[in-house]
């Protein structure tokens, strides 16, 4: 899978792309990630890619031009997935994850600035949003979805897919989890984890799921096949 980012920060990448699972999923050609400057494409002297809104207001918006030669640079871009983030996108989740992370080639635009100029808009096919919250870029957003989708692709975590247990892949929470010491100031670790009965652990941690997701988040709860018929 190749990744193509539209950014004025490629620096924020560093860190993210050369460090633990990311950069081994990289150097074992399971990803591939191209950091794009596009303030390089900006045909003004001074390389600005923002400017005032028309019709006035606080803040600059980001200009339709560099965007757009910066994006038709990048090779096969016609067949890739498009992707904005925007606060104004829909809400990214485990399955979006799981769903991108089927594609061949997306690029993911980072904005800046107080918005995008609208027209950005009609050449993405896609805006996706990490929450409910303004960050001041899209860069932060961009790495929690390549984060996502990478650790999803086959073989990047481990031979037995560990991350099909985790937390959201069937509406559930997580179940706890311990390991050594077996007791530590006086708190144990639940005696049906150690006694070896692979059935009785399994529902010891079903339970646990059912339980901690009812408590801490009903929505996911009631979306849980089952759950409907758990009081
Ligand atoms: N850019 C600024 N805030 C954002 C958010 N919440 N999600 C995606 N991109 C953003």
Known sequence: MRIDVLTLFPNM???????????????????????????????N???????????????????????????????????????????QGETFSQNKAYELSTNKHLIILCGHYEGYDERIRDYFDLEISIGDYVLTGGELAAMVLIDAITRVKPNVINKDESHLNDSFSDNLLEHPHYTRPREFMGKEVPEVLLNGHHAHIEKWRYDQSLKRTKERRKDLYKKHKGGKNLE
Not at 20 to 30: F, P, Q, V, W, Y
Not at 59 to 77: C, F, K, N, R
Request: charged share 25%; hydrophobic share 40%; net charge negative.
């Open 13 to 43: 990448f560093k860190g993210f792309l050369e460090e633990s699972i990311m950069a081994r999923a990289i150097k074992n050609s399971l990803v591939e990630i191209n950091l794009i400057d596009f303030r390089e494409f900006s045909n």
């Open 45 to 87: 002297k001074h390389h600005k890619v923002d400017d005032y809104p028309f019709g006035g207001g606080a803040g600059m918006v980001l200009q339709v031009q560099p965007v757009y030669d910066a994006l038709t640079s990048i090779e096969g871009y016609k067949e890739a997935l498009k992707i904005m983030v925007s606060p």
